[in-house]
């Protein structure tokens, strides 16, 4: 079971899919948003519709750190 969490974790590093929450532990939603748009979402097939998205949480998260952010939110 370790085994197999292991392998898909270095398949979503490879494929860059991974997202290091440690990373971004004391960045802001605006920040996250800002490199996740960078890092995923350009050149994705439906990149308008995303972005909009992505606007729509911005407005509502702005400078709110990551690590206060839930699913009760």
């Given at each position: 079971?370790a085994?197999l969490a292991l392998?898909?974790r270095?398949?979503?590093?490879i494929?860059?899919?991974?997202?290091d929450?440690?990373?971004?532990?004391?960045a802001t939603?605006?920040?996250f948003?800002?490199?996740?748009?960078?890092?995923?979402?350009?050149g994705?097939?439906?990149?308008?519709?995303?972005?909009?998205?992505?606007n729509?949480l911005?407005?509502?998260?702005?400078?709110?750190?990551l690590?206060?952010i839930?699913a009760f939110?």
């Amino acid at each position: 079971m370790a085994e197999l969490a292991l392998a898909k974790r270095q398949a979503e590093i490879i494929e860059g899919k991974f997202l290091d929450r440690r990373r971004y532990r004391d960045a802001t939603f605006v920040e996250f948003a800002e490199r996740f748009d960078e890092q995923y979402l350009r050149g994705a097939a439906s990149y308008k519709s995303l972005r909009y998205m992505l606007n729509i949480l911005t407005d509502f998260f702005r400078q709110r750190r990551l690590a206060t952010i839930s699913a009760f939110d």
